[in-house]
């Protein structure tokens, strides 16, 4: 995202991250999705680590529209550590709820973009989590997408 992009820019790039996604995990079997071959990663733990950010971006962006900063701090290393336990700690859950849990979390921000007034969604305002994380969903996406071609699959 960029500094002055528009709520219907937002709201585009979070279709077209949507959309990546799911080509990327598409025709996958539970068994698929639930392989550790990601490095210590499975599909299904990278759409939790996405869900996770999406929850948080929700909370961020509620905050910064109603006159706030940010107040998740993005601090070297403990990023890290809060990803790989949240994939650990929703590695469990099943599948058809990872994927609930998916879109629900982006709905949730896709509603937080579109009832965010317009000078809020700046950039420099949003700091690290921005508003909807489509590269970061997309580079998500990319890694699976590579996962599979190496994988045959």
């Known amino acids: ?64 529209a109603r006159g706030g900063r940010a107040g998740f701090p993005v601090i070297n290393g403990a990023v890290d550590q809060i990803n790989n336990l949240f994939a650990t700690n929703r590695r469990s859950l099943p599948l058809e709820q990872v994927l609930s849990d998916l879109d629900f979390a982006r709905e949730m921000v896709r509603q937080a973009v579109a009832n965010c007034p317009e000078d809020r969604l700046d950039l420099r305002l949003l700091q690290e989590l921005g508003p909807n994380g489509a590269g970061h969903d997309i580079a998500h996406a990319d890694v699976i997408t590579a996962w599979r071609q190496r994988a045959g699959i």
């Open 1 to 64: 995202m960029r500094a002055g992009t528009t709520r219907d820019e937002l709201l585009f790039e979070m279709d077209v991250a949507r959309d990546r996604v799911g080509e990327a995990i598409g025709g996958l079997g539970e068994e698929q999705m639930a392989q550790q071959e990601i490095d210590g990663w499975s599909v299904k733990d990278h759409l939790t680590h996405r869900t996770l950010w999406h929850e948080l971006r929700f909370f961020e962006l509620s905050r910064i």
